[in-house]
């Protein structure tokens, strides 16, 4: 046994992240970790990496996230982009629920096989030079001063080491040792229904990227993963079915497509499994320096594909919490709210995932869906979007609870836009602290060119970033009568009480170990359509005014987003075309996972930053 001496540091801060596990969840957190600056260790007890499929599809809100860390375009082109379910029945085809309405840079599921997406992380981490250790299994683990250390040992030669960390994530899958290690319980049931899944090439005309094949006997789903015709299959194996072989599978999969024939398919793989809903008791240790993530915190069926783009989005809400507390930029009571916030999230996938199997397995709602089927075309939007955008998880919310990172609107904030509904029913919850910040499109005003929110967000992944929407209809006219934009509009500019307001603003965000990033938005200048980027000439004045006046600080010019977002600008999308009181802007705190973390009125934001951030942020002149 021996004790590395490289990583034996008193101080925990110079100790790496220990991470065990290199599926995708794993590498995620890995890769979060190592872009915001802390040095990490992936142990992997595999040989080498994996060439099974698993996972075979990313949904939106996981694009989105892989996107700030510039993967999304990598993984497009590696994979299948599909925005809905062809259903077949008796021959016939028909199309299905879509998802190309979304309201996301991504209107569509990525069929991708796992293999491929962890390929993408691993050239990406060692791009930041960081490498899994393969071979290397997790035994155990003590705490110690301010880390942990762990036990490990050789697959091959049985050979033990021990390595201290600043903290333990364990990514080690559904029979996770760290889990047991931490006396998490797995608490939840075995469904008694077998799925089979078989990956396979096909070459058939009448199967599309994505398909489900209603048959009497059971559905059968079809999932291209690969470029070229590769196929997952999925369908369900009951108790009295054959022993599952390969050719036991290919003969059901041609009895159930039946009257489509299939014609010399090649199995590449098959494997059937019995579906367990668990989720773990607890994802955090008592001393806090041990965390799980991913299948090892929630296992459920693969139907509608959860599993992993909820395990990779765990690895992102824990891993921008640990590099603050790491850095020393935030408290350790923040990774409390890595539990409170991601175990609501497991139980509604559990619910859906739930949902969707007995959609499989039942029958009866399998008829049921048959007769619904024409009519989804005839559903109002809002129920059909709303499905979607659950499914593509982008209706995430996170509580808003003591130590988590998002706040309640301010008093002034909910009377500034209260609407006239009673108790708020109905009130429209878009970018609400704790949902997801909708990533839009908009101008940047320097370089006139179009550009998304989230190029800016990655170009500092860690930070919280403050969005000022500086409202143009809110500007007063400049006195002097020369300076008319080329448009012959008058131009108009900031008063000195909106100037003050915004010096307030940006040294609160100042104030903090880790500043706050600040973004102008200016919204209300009418711009031609969805597609221009010329900012009305009316407009110079107040983008000139804040360029010289806030050199450092990127101005943005809000733009129509187009028809999957109801042709809606960014700032009506975040609301503050509703703040009716004159005089208002309005600011917007959003979280390193693009989670809107707190929303005020421009005004008050200089006290209500602090009175927030002061709960979960250091300041400057913290010891
Ligand atoms: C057939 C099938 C289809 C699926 N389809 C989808 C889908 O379409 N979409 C979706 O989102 N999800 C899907 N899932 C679920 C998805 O595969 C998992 O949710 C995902 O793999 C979880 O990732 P993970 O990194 O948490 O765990 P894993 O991928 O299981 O990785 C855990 C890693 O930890 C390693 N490990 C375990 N113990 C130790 C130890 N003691 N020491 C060191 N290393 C260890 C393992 O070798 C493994 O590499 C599917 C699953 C299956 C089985």
Not at 276 to 290: F, H
Not at 349 to 378: A, D, E, F, H, N
Not at 402 to 411: G, R, T
């Amino acid at each position: 046994m021996s004790i590395d001496q490289t990583t034996n540091s008193s101080s925990s801060s110079k100790r790496p992240v220990i991470i065990v596990g290199a599926g995708p969840v794993g590498l995620m957190a890995a890769l979060v970790l190592v872009e915001a600056g802390v040095p990490v260790v992936i142990y992997e007890r595999n040989l080498r990496p994996t060439t099974e499929w698993r996972a075979a599809a990313l949904h939106a809100r996981s694009l989105e996230m892989l996107a700030r860390h510039n993967l999304a375009e990598k993984l497009i082109h590696a994979g299948n982009p599909f925005t809905g379910f062809t259903f077949i029945k008796n021959g016939r085809s028909q199309p299905g629920l879509t998802i190309d309405m979304i309201r996301s840079e991504f209107p569509f599921t990525l069929g991708c096989g796992q293999d491929t997406t962890e390929r993408i992380l691993n050239e990406q981490l060692a791009a930041h030079s960081v490498h899994v250790q393969w071979g290397w299994e997790y035994v155990s683990h003590d705490s110690i001063d301010d880390g942990i250390s762990v036990h490990l040992k050789r697959v091959d030669t049985d050979e033990t080491i021990v390595r201290e960390a600043a903290y333990l994530v364990g990514c080690d899958g559904a029979h996770s040792k760290v889990r047991k290690a931490i006396g998490s319980q797995f608490i939840g049931k075995r469904i008694d229904y077998r799925i089979a899944v078989c990956d396979m090439e096909i070459d058939e005309d009448w199967l599309s990227t994505a398909s489900f094949i209603q048959h009497r006997e059971g559905m059968l789903g079809a999932i291209r993963a690969h470029p070229g015709n590769q196929y997952r299959l999925f369908t369900t194996w009951g108790a009295d079915a054959p022993e599952l072989t390969k050719e036991t599978l290919v003969e059901t999969i041609k009895r159930r497509v039946h009257p489509h024939k299939l014609h010399e398919p090649r199995v590449l793989s098959c494997s059937a499994f019995t579906v367990n809903e668990r989720r773990a008791s607890r994802y955090m240790s008592d001393d806090g320096r041990v965390f799980i993530c991913g299948d090892a915190a929630h296992v459920h069926s693969p139907a509608g594909g959860q599993g992993m783009n909820t395990g990779m989005q765990d690895a992102e809400n824990l891993a921008w919490k640990m590099a603050m507390v790491y850095h020393g930029f935030s408290r350790p009571e923040l990774l409390a709210s890595y539990e409170t916030e991601r175990t609501v999230i497991a139980d509604d996938v559990l619910k859906l995932s739930g949902s969707l199997l007995s959609l499989l397995t039942s029958p009866m709602k399998q008829m049921i869906v048959g007769w619904l089927l024409p009519l989804i075309k005839r559903m109002p939007l809002f129920i059909t979007r709303t499905q979607s955008e659950t499914t593509s998880q982008l209706c995430i919310a996170y509580p808003i609870a003591k130590h988590c990172s998002s706040f309640a609107d301010s008093p002034a904030w909910s009377r500034a836009t209260a609407s006239w509904l009673p108790f708020g029913w109905f009130a429209d919850r878009t970018c609400a602290p704790g949902t997801r910040a909708v990533d839009c499109q908009v101008v940047d005003a320097a370089r006139r060119a179009c550009t998304r929110m989230r190029t800016f967000y990655a170009a500092n992944n860690s930070a919280f970033k403050g969005i000022l929407f500086i409202d143009y209809g809110k500007t007063e006219p400049c006195k002097d009568a020369t300076t008319n934009g080329d448009d012959g509009a008058g131009m108009r500019r900031l008063s000195a009480d909106v100037i003050e307001q915004i010096d307030a603003t940006l040294e609160a965000f100042r104030a903090y170990k880790l500043p706050v990033m600040p973004a102008f938005v200016v919204h209300g200048v009418s711009m031609d359509s969805a597609e221009t980027v010329e900012v009305p000439a009316c407009a110079s004045g107040i983008i000139g005014q804040l360029h010289n006046r806030f050199a450092d600080v990127p101005v943005f010019v809000d733009m129509n987003q187009g028809q999957r977002y109801d042709h809606r600008t960014m700032a009506d999308i975040y609301q503050c075309s509703r703040v009716k009181q004159r005089q208002q802007h309005a600011v917007y705190i959003i979280r390193p996972d693009a989670y809107v973390a707190m929303r005020m009125l421009l005004s008050e934001a200089a006290t209500t930053v602090r009175v927030h951030l002061d709960t979960i942020c250091l300041k400057q002149s913290a010891v």
